[in-house]
Nanobody, 126 residues
Framework: QVQLVESGGGLVQAGGSLRLSCAAS????????MGWFRQAPEKEREFVAA????????HHADSVKGRFTISRDNAKNTVYLQMSSLKPEDTAVYYC???????????????????WGQGTQVTVAS
């Protein structure tokens, strides 16, 4: 069972930056893809970004492209989400997720992932 622990959320002014971290509890050989999602109050969980552990492929939602960057550190079993030029509409709980397989549909779907973190709150003040 993989456990994921997010950190780095908080309150920031619009235009500011934050870096989220997600530490996995075990070696990443059992994980193919790591993703970040977010969920604002009364809204569905929304894909933000994803990365493969082995090949370095990354994907970002159009709404964050150019502002957010996903990256990973295999030695630390950790994936990051660097967020810049934050907007009030980025306010949400951000979740880290891990998938054991590439071959199960779209990485942008929550159903693609096997494990989830507890979430970290990001609030962007206008």
């Amino acid at each position: 069972q993989v456990q994921l622990v997010e950190s780095g959320g908080g309150l920031v002014q619009a235009g500011g930056s934050l870096r989220l971290s997600c530490a996995a509890s075990e070696r990443t050989f059992s994980i193919d893809v790591m993703g970040w999602f977010r969920q604002a109050p009364e809204k569905e969980r929304e894909f933000v970004a994803a990365t493969s552990w082995s090949g370095g492929d990354t994907h970002h939602a159009d709404s964050v492209k150019g502002r957010f960057t996903i990256s990973r550190d295999n030695a630390k079993n950790t994936v990051y989400l660097q967020m810049s030029s934050l907007k009030p509409e980025d306010t949400a709980v951000y979740y880290c997720a891990a998938s054991r397989s590439y071959y199960r549909g779209s990485y942008a779907s929550p159903n693609f992932y096997d494990y989830w973190g507890q979430g970290t709150q990001v609030t962007v003040a206008s």
